[in-house]
């Protein structure tokens, strides 16, 4: 059974920063593409970044520059470390795996996490 669970969210002002950390039970972080969505009420649950098994990673265009997403294989554990947060980064954020690639700005994955809330004030 695979079991994905966020820690590290909370609220910060803008400019801040914070670390999002999965800790990952079921499998084996880095044999199936894993990654962070984040979710507005009201809006589509939307990829921020991928890292593949490969190791090359993916982002949205918003947080390019601004957030990192890695792995830890000693933890087993997949990060976000996310610098100069915006408002328009509130969201939910949840951590996935075995995630997939459907169309332009559309992926799904086969696990995901709870979520974890990041509010960022002006």
């Known amino acids: 059974q695979v079991t994905l669970v966020e820690s590290g969210g909370g609220s910060v002002q803008a400019g801040g920063s914070l670390r999002l950390s999965c800790s990952v039970s079921?499998?084996?972080?880095?044999?199936?593409?894993m990654g962070w969505f984040r979710q507005i009420p009201g809006k589509e649950r939307e990829v921020v970044a991928a890292?593949?098994?490969?190791?090359?990673?993916t982002y949205i265009d918003d947080v390019k520059g601004r957030f990192t997403i890695s792995e830890d294989n000693a933890q087993n554990m997949l990060n976000l470390q996310m610098r100069n947060l915006k408002p328009e980064d509130t969201a939910m954020y949840y951590c996935?795996?075995?995630?997939?690639?459907?169309?332009?700005?559309?992926?799904?994955?086969?696990?995901w996490g709870q979520g974890t809330q990041v509010t960022v004030s002006s």
């Open positions: 996935a795996a075995d995630v997939k690639f459907i169309s332009r700005g559309r992926w799904d994955a086969a696990y």
């Open positions: 079921g499998l084996t972080v880095g044999t199936l593409s």
């Open positions: 890292i593949f098994q490969s190791g090359t990673a």
